[in-house]
């Protein structure tokens, strides 16, 4: 069920503002949008910088949506928090500044351009969360209708994507969703496989007789 978070307000109000949301499902596309995109840059930084800077560079999230919480949803912070996210900033400015610096000894391709993907994929992703704050409190929306949405608009910007690849020449295709499909039917393959196999040798050890004692 849903519970009205302002005591102010009456069950009534909630539901209209339930409506409302419904009414305008396009609002779930913008968080789907910005979740397409945070991964689409990240999976561009993966390839130009190193794993590890990679993975420490996507702790800036906690930084970027406390910023964006405090400046549009006018959310305040105690001392310690600011203690907290003055920390983060230094670790991330170091970890970035010595990849830079170590570029022509590292392996990667690109580590600045790699680092500045990986910053504005978390940019992106933290404004998505605040977004997504701020729609389950205009609207009251609930939790699982709110990913219900966003995964289906996102699942449609995919296939639409898939299709329009499709039409490219296939040396110069960006995806090719036959090669895509059959991936997925791999890995829902070696899925169950591996699910179910666990349940069969269970089965099979139950199914075994018991060894006859002897006096």
């Not at 970035?96 to 391709?109: D, E, F, I, R």
């Not at 899925?191 to 196999?197: L, P």
Request: charged share 15%; with cysteine; hydrophobic share 50%.
């Amino acid at each position: 069920g849903i519970r009205d978070r302002s005591p102010s307000r009456g069950l009534g109000d909630v539901y209209k503002r339930q409506v409302s949301a419904l009414q305008h499902p396009l609002w779930l596309a913008v968080p789907a949008v910005a979740d397409l995109a945070a991964t689409t840059l990240n999976n561009f930084a993966i390839s130009l910088t190193t794993a590890s800077v990679y993975q420490m560079l996507k702790g800036s999230t906690v930084l970027f949506t406390a910023l964006f919480s405090y400046f549009f949803l006018k959310r305040r912070f105690f001392r310690h928090e600011y203690l907290g996210m003055l920390l983060v900033t230094a670790g991330l400015v170091t970890v970035g500044v010595s990849s830079a610096l170590q570029s022509n000894a590292s392996a990667a391709k690109n580590p600045v351009l790699g680092n500045i993907l990986v910053v504005a994929a978390q940019a992106i992703q933290s404004a998505q969360f605040v977004f997504e704050e701020s729609l389950m409190h205009r609207y009251h929306i609930p939790p699982l209708l709110l990913v219900g949405g966003e995964g289906l608009f996102g699942v449609s910007m995919v296939l639409a994507a898939l299709a329009v690849f499709q039409a490219f020449p296939s040396d110069n295709r960006p995806d090719n969703a036959v090669i895509a499909f059959e991936q997925i039917e791999l890995v829902l393959a070696v899925s169950c496989r591996d699910d179910v196999s666990p349940i069969g040798d269970a089965d099979r050890q139950m199914a075994q007789p018991l060894p006859s004692r002897r006096k």
